[in-house]
């Protein structure tokens, strides 16, 4: 449970500047938990861990908090099927696996250019303004977890 570091607070102070927000101390605990384990976690969990460290905290406010987080582009919702959004603070681009058997979602790294290119296959008046790539599985045969 370490804090946000100084490079992490001018990040977040910047961007939420840009979006006309600004940082708080709950934002601060929010984006904080985000970075110490990003293992896209869902709402529930980001505040039970948000909860430990500033047990004042409601879950309406967790709830706004990552809203803000979302809107001012530091942080992107995860959607795996009929499941809880989860959360990834990591924008760079890349793909995501979710493991059916124990319901985590791992970042995939993709070779630059491989998301852009992806959108080669589209309709030809059509433009994507982003691409998400989720890969679904288990672990494979072999493989102890």
Known sequence: MKRLGQEDKETLTTALDHSGQRA???RETVF????DQRDHPTADEVYARTKSRMPTISMATVYNCLETLVSSGLV???NIEREPTRYCPNLAPH??????ETGRVYDVPVPAGTMEKLTDVLPGK???DS???VFR???AKGNSK
């Open 76 to 78: 992107k919702q995860v």
């Open 126 to 128: 059509y433009q994507a």
């Open 137 to 139: 599985g288990h672990l």
């Open 131 to 133: 691409v998400e790539l």
């Open 32 to 35: 904080g938990v985000l970075l």
């Open 24 to 26: 708080t101390p709950q």
């Open 95 to 100: 793909a995501h696996f979710h493991c059916r």
